[in-house]
Nanobody, 118 residues
Framework: QVQLVESGGGLVSTGDSLRLSCAASGGAYRTGAMAWFRQVPGKDRAFVGGYRWSVSSPTIADSVKGRFTISRDNAKNTMYLQMNSLKPEDTAVYYC???????????WGQGTQVTVSS
């Protein structure tokens, strides 16, 4: 069973930066992809970006491209979400997901709250 643990969320001001981490354990080698999603109350989870492990470059949602970047540390089974120039509309719970292949997100973390004040 794969476990995912997010960290790094918090309360920041508009224009600030945050880096979220997602550490995978418990058979993380079985996953073929990992991704970040975010969710605000009353809305569906929205894709932010992620990796197919077979591809060196991440996929980033257009809505955050240019401000958010994703990186990974294979040795640590950890994926990062660097968020720059944060806006109040980035306020959400950010979730890490993983699965055997892209689009099949079988495993989810508990989420970490990011709040951007205006």
């Amino acid at each position: 069973q794969v476990q995912l643990v997010e960290s790094g969320g918090g309360l920041v001001s508009t224009g600030d930066s945050l880096r979220l981490s997602c550490a995978a354990s418990g058979g993380a080698y079985r996953t073929g992809a990992m991704a970040w999603f975010r969710q605000v109350p009353g809305k569906d989870r929205a894709f932010v970006g992620g990796y197919r492990w077979s591809v060196s470059s991440p996929t980033i949602a257009d809505s955050v491209k240019g401000r958010f970047t994703i990186s990974r540390d294979n040795a640590k089974n950890t994926m990062y979400l660097q968020m720059n120039s944060l806006k109040p509309e980035d306020t959400a719970v950010y979730y890490c997901a993983a699965g055997p292949y892209w689009g099949k997100w079988d495993y989810w973390g508990q989420g970490t709250q990011v709040t951007v004040s205006s």
